[in-house]
């Protein structure tokens, strides 16, 4: 028993150096240092945290402390997205919804806000009910429309 509780906590251990960097690189975002958030979220994020990730995508996505590129920012939400990363998810369905970076895929956009939706992200629910109103890579049905709309 007295094993397994130290193995537990050093297994919290070495999670501490990821957080500490995950929120300096939070702190130098908030304050527009966007090279040094990139300097702390880009090692977190090769190995494999979610929010690194999800941030990451983001910077490419809008062009902060980086050259604007889509395919690294589809590249870093697709990696968070599958790790199960709520706000990745959204942000990929809304991607592909508003053909940016990418062909307008309405199916892959409902994909991804349903995995979203499913998280309780509204934005998500909403646009994903939308979907389902207008018949948008989903069949029209909006009994399923006002089920989505409905959980905001």
């Given at each position: 028993?007295k094993?397994a509780f130290?193995?537990t906590?050093?297994?919290?251990l070495?999670t501490?150096?990821a957080?500490a960097?995950f929120?300096?690189?939070?702190?130098?975002?908030?304050?527009?240092d966007?090279?040094a958030?990139?300097r702390?979220?880009?090692p977190l994020?090769?190995r494999g945290?979610?929010?690194?990730q999800?941030?990451l995508a983001?910077?490419?996505?809008?062009?902060r402390g980086v050259k604007?590129?889509y395919?690294?920012?589809?590249?870093?939400?697709?990696?968070?997205?599958?790790?199960?990363?709520?706000?990745?998810q959204?942000s990929?369905g809304?991607?592909?919804?508003?053909?940016e970076?990418?062909?307008?895929?309405y199916a892959?956009?409902?994909?991804w806000?349903r995995?979203?939706?499913e998280?309780g992200i509204?934005?998500?629910q909403f646009n994903?009910g939308?979907l389902?109103?207008?018949?948008?890579?989903?069949?029209?049905?909006y009994?399923?429309?006002?089920?989505?709309w409905?959980?905001?």
């Open positions: 028993m094993l130290a193995a906590i050093f297994s919290l070495l501490l150096p957080w960097g929120e300096a690189g939070t702190a130098a975002y908030q304050r527009g966007y090279g958030a990139l702390q979220w880009l994020a090769k945290h979610a929010g690194a999800k941030n983001a910077m490419y996505r809008h062009g604007r590129n395919a690294e920012a589809i590249k870093w939400y697709r990696k968070a997205a599958a790790r199960g990363n709520a706000t990745a959204f990929l809304l991607m592909y919804h508003e053909a970076g990418v062909p307008q895929n892959k956009a409902a994909k806000y995995k979203a939706a998280q509204a934005l998500a994903l939308t389902y109103y207008e018949g948008l890579g989903v069949p029209q049905n009994a399923e429309a006002y089920k989505w409905a959980k905001r």
